[in-house]
């Protein structure tokens, strides 16, 4: 199993910044095994969660139209992190944040496709 845990959220002021964190955990190091790409999704009350940002394991990235030029997506060096910078926050910013990861287990047989997701961590931004 793959764990993701993250990290970093909490409460801003509208136009501040705010980091969050997450770190894959667990059965990632098996052979054949790879996290193909990272990301963060949010989900405001009474509203359909929606992606913020992807980054895959070649590091193209994907935004929210939304957030293009005020939140940041990376993956760290051993492709196991994803941090999202998000500055100039906005009110409309408020979610809870989750980190998802999309992994690839491959054996002499078959290839297995699997989706993960952290816990989730309240992003409040206030105006």
């Known amino acids: 199993q793959v764990q993701l845990t993250e990290s970093g959220g909490g409460s801003a002021r509208s136009g501040g910044s705010l980091r969050l964190t997450c770190v894959a955990s667990?059965?990632?190091?098996?052979?054949?095994?790879?996290?193909?790409?990272m990301g963060w999704y949010r989900q405001a009350p009474g509203k359909e969660r929606e992606l913020v940002a992807v980054?895959?394991?070649?590091?193209?990235?994907t935004y929210l139209d939304s957030v293009k030029g005020r939140f940041t997506i990376s993956r760290g060096s051993a492709q196991t992190t994803v941090t999202l910078q998000m500055n100039n926050l906005r009110p409309e910013d408020t979610a809870v944040y989750y980190c998802?990861?999309?992994?690839?287990?491959?054996?002499?047989?078959?290839?297995?496709?699997?989706?993960?997701w952290g816990q989730g961590t309240q992003v409040t931004v206030s105006s």
């Open positions: 998802n990861a999309e992994t690839t287990w491959s054996t002499e047989l078959d290839s297995y496709e699997h989706d993960y």
């Open positions: 980054i895959s394991y070649g590091g193209h990235t």
């Open positions: 667990g059965s990632i190091y098996r052979s054949g095994f790879t996290i193909d790409s």
